[in-house]
Structure formats: structure tokens, C-alpha cells
């Protein structure tokens, strides 16, 4: 396909030149050649398979080891792949490059987290402008003040980023969980009750609602949209949750009903009630 682009695209540039000059014509074909490569690197970046994008971004930059588009792109590329320590030496030298902006640097903090490098993480964003005010540096900002237990701190990013951007489910559900985790089992409640309203497929968020009712001994699921075989999940999660509080019986009785929801065989379930005797 990207054969059949080119030919296109220097077709038309030589039925340009028979009206046109040399001069607009090499202008024509470079300009050409520019928006086909923008158009590629965009689809590496969003629909390619992410081996596949790393391959293709890598030869780019083998072949020009100083073009920043390329280097970003094998960057971003490495981080779809899950190859994350990878991923920070490429940042790294995009970060190096005298073109690099404040969102090449909080990229290279994101991958510095993904590493659990928190203290190059925070020493990375606090190089960062203080007026490049995004949703993924305070996102960032509230994961690392979390790590190191600085609450205040992080309430005040998670709240700001929750205003910078128009999908905060996934973040409202980290919030909740750094609540939970500080044993504030109403604030997390109601933090993942708020990302479910904006995305009521959130499966985590409505697993860890479960484990912040049962962390106050509520045990009964909470009236949310689920699939029958999400309902049987969140039954095995009530359940272990009970047990693990002394709730035996309770345990029992919600694993038994967890493994009747599930549309088929519940293995997980039948394990934990075997493990109960």
C-alpha cells in the first residue's frame, strides 16, 4: 500500500511539471514525500502492530540516526510493546535532541514510572516547565507523590488532571485505589462510582468498588451494569474478600453463587471453595 501511495503521489508531481517549473516541481515532490511519510508514521503509531511498528521506526532511525520524528515514533513504538526499559533509553536521546519539547520529558518520566524508577521519574518532571500544565504530567505527578506517600499531594494532582481531560475513568480508578490503599474505603467508593459513570466497562473500577464495600464488611454487590459473567467475578471477589475478614460463612455462600452466575465452569471459584473444605 505504501508502494501504490508513492506511485500516486510522484504521478501527480510529474503531471505538475508540465506546467510548472523545475524548481516548484522539487518543492511539489518534497512536500509530497513529507506528507506520505507523516501519514505512515501515524498509522505505525496507532493501528500497526506494536513489533512491527519497533521494527519499522528502528530502520528509520539506522538510516537517520538525528531525525526526531523517527526517534519519537521508535519511542512511543517501544512503550506499545511493553519494552520499557527500552523505551527509556530511546526518550532519552529524543529528550537529548535540540528540537525536544516538555512533553518529550514527561514521556520519558511515564517510562522512567513504567520502570519503577520513581526517584528519576519525579527528578525528570521537576526539570519540567512549570507551565506545561497537561493531563498526563499531573496524572504522573499524582502516581509519584502516591510512591512516596505525600496524600495531600497527590488529591491536589489527581484532581487537577481529573479537569484536564474528558476520559478520566482510568484515572478516577487510580484515585480510588491510592484511597483504598490509605484505608479511606468512602472517598474510594466514591471515586470509582464516578469513573463508572464515565465508563460503565471499566471492569477494575467495578472490582475494586467490590473490595471497598467488603473492606466495611458490605458484601453485596453494589447496583451497577455488569455482564453475567462479570456478576460471577465480582461474586468470587466478594467472596474471597469475606473469607480473608473472617467471614467465612459469607465467603462460602457468595463463592457458591459466583460459580452458579458464571456461564460456564468457574475454576477459580470451585479452587477457593475446595481450599475451604
Known sequence: MRHLTMIALLGGAMA???????????????????????????????????????????????????????????????????????????????????????????????????????????????????QHETFERYRLEAMIADSLQQWNKADTYYEVASELTTTPASLLNNWGY??????????????????????????TAKNNLVLARASRRVYDLPAIPMT?????????TAGLAAVKRGDESTGRSLLEEAMAAHPRHFAAAQRALDALG
Open 16 to 130: 505538475l511539471s508540465a506546467c510548472a517549473g523545475g524548481g516548484q516541481v522539487s518543492r511539489a515532490v518534497s512536500g509530497a514525500a513529507d506528507a506520505e511519510k507523516g501519514t505512515l508514521h501515524e498509522v505505525m503509531l496507532t493501528v500497526a502492530e506494536p513489533a512491527e511498528a519497533v521494527s519499522f521506526f528502528a530502520a528509520e532511525v539506522q538510516e537517520d540516526p538525528a531525525d526526531l520524528a523517527s526517534n519519537r515514533g521508535l519511542a512511543v513504538s517501544l512503550v506499545r510493546a511493553g519494552r520499557f526499559t527500552e523505551a527509556v533509553g530511546a526518550w532519552q536521546k529524543v529528550v537529548r535532541h535540540g528540537d525536544a519539547g516538555p512533553a518529550d520529558e514527561v514521556a520519558l518520566a511515564d517510562s522512567l514510572v513504567r520502570t519503577s524508577d520513581w526517584a528519576r521519574a519525579k527528578a525528570t518532571l521537576d526539570r519540567v516547565d512549570p
Open 228 to 236: 453475567g459473567e462479570e456478576r460471577a467475578q465480582l461474586l468470587h
Open 178 to 203: 491510592s484511597k483504598l490503599s490509605r484505608g479511606d474505603a468512602a472517598g474510594a467508593e466514591r471515586l470509582f462510582a464516578e469513573a463508572l459513570t464515565h465508563d460503565a466497562s471499566l471492569f
